[in-house]
């Protein structure tokens, strides 16, 4: 086997055509389904026709693309509200599949589609892979999980319909993973960024360096990450690793995805309409303005979703992508509204304790922070594993690292931590999301 | 001389130091010294051993963080003033003994071996050198420690 990488980009994929549809004609396109979906959202969801009702608003009262912003807003609270099936907009009869995602206190949300739906995400997950330069003949190891999560399920009927050959290995087991990206020739891996830095640091210790397999191309998303660790990952194991950006309440991956430029995922807008909005005042925020994305189904029929609130902070890109496309890219999404903490009243996302770990020479951002609260005042403790590289003989050079890494979480935070240096590999690692975050507080 | 001696992180709490010992145990690499470098909530483990390159790997990948440092193995002439002499030699010249530990036993000459980790091994092992005092390398190491 040619155990070397293939770093050729294939001729454009016809699919990937409407990536590059002139602005014009995409407004075109993003109006008719807004109007047609509106309207099926209006007639089959008590919820959104109650909703529209209040504001004395019609599908008819849409006159331009514009008027989208005259639409109520929906959040994840309304699903958990309606579970399971409240928000489906489509028979029984027409519905062929649900995903659901784990809720954090009791019930799941979940989402439904029809088989036009599917066809629709298979497409947009085709594109998102084309966009990055895969194609047919690539081998694809698909180890986000299967199941009830959209990743598994999403990014396996993508591949299979871009032509590639596609290993669905799911989550876990990483041993095996390593393994067959060897053993096959893998070409292009599917997961989270974090669950990829535990590959390549369990391959290091089985002997295995990922810098010689024929492996080029990583499609990593489910979760934050940042640009820091998209350099890591790519010195670490000699690939590209592309940002997808997805969520099961609007279809699951493939709503927007980085082409070869990496610089910020597109999002499929003929499929999903995006503003970015002042999370306090709800007023939209012209391009390049930061805020939180709000996104819109333009072509859902089993759950059509009206201006959807995901809670992740980024801003649409005003210029142009290198590429071509006229898709509008979004800032890659280092943080969401959800994950802040607020810690003695100071504003703390985990994206933060990662840029302070990661300043300080040699430590990887393994980390976990936990919250506490001790006689009504908030501790903040960051769990740090040691490296072989961070690690020294003199308990004095430990002691200085301790401090230079307290130092810099609180120049970024303006918080003092308590810094714990743990043994390597004691944090609880995802095999799926990161779980960065402890509260223990209770509030 | 130099010895090569392997530090392993340990946490500070029951049972944790066990875990590489049994490795060692397990792939039959003996252990020839030992010191045990604690504060509140971590541990240095640092540890000499026949073969350091097998022990070394043998715990990275069991997933411990591992460093191999440049020891040297002094005779000290177990009497008063023996480590006073060595400490002695080294007065003035900037090197600063970051820790010692002493091997376990006495050598047949009537000498104590201690281990030390200098800030500049390779500037110490010239100050010895210029005073004549005694270095032992890995090999003679073995050699005292079996017979």
Known sequence: MNMSKNREIPPMHPASAVDFLPPAQLRDVQFTRLKDMVQRAFDHVPLFRKRMDGQKLKPSDLRTLDDIVKLPFTVKTDLRDTYPFGLCASPMSEIVRFHASSGTTGKPIVVAYTQEDLNDWTRAVLRSLAACGVHNGDIVQVAYGYGLFTGGLGLHYGAEALGASVIPISGGNTDRQIMLMKDFGVTVVCCTPSYFLHLIDRATEMGINLKELPLRTGVFGAEPWTEDMRERIEAGSDIKAYDIYGLSEIVGPGVAMECVHQSGPHIFEDLFFPEVIDPKTLEPLPDGMEGELVLTTLCKRAMPMLRYRTRDITALEPTRCACGRTLRRIKRIGRRSDDMLIIRGVNLFPSQIEAALLKVEGTLPHYQIIVDRQKDLDTLEVQVEVTADAFSDTVSAMEQMKKRLAHSIEGITGLRPAVKLVAPRTLQRSEGKAKRVIDKRIM | ?147
């Not at chain 2, 281990?115 to 092992?125: E, G, I, Q, V, W």
């Open chain 2, 1 to 147: 001389m130099k010895i090569k001696q392997l530090s392993v992180f340990l946490e500070n709490k029951p049972g944790t130091l066990s875990a590489p010992c049994r490795l060692l145990a397990k792939a039959g690499i003996n252990i020839q010294t030992c010191s045990l470098a604690d504060t509140r909530e971590f541990g240095i483990l640092r540890l000499v051993v026949e073969d350091t390159d097998k022990a070394k790997r043998l715990l990275q990948r069991n997933g411990f963080a591992v460093k191999v440092t440049d020891v040297i193995a002094l005779e000290v002439a177990d009497e008063p003033g023996g480590l006073a002499a060595i400490l002695d030699a080294l007065e003035g010249t900037g090197i600063n003994v970051e820790y010692a530990y002493s091997l376990t036993g006495r050598t047949k000459n009537g000498h104590a071996l201690l281990l030390f980790r200098f800030s500049d091994p390779n500037a110490a092992l010239q100050v010895l050198k210029e005073r004549n005092i005694n270095t032992v390398g890995s090999e003679e190491l073995s050699r005292r420690l079996k017979g």
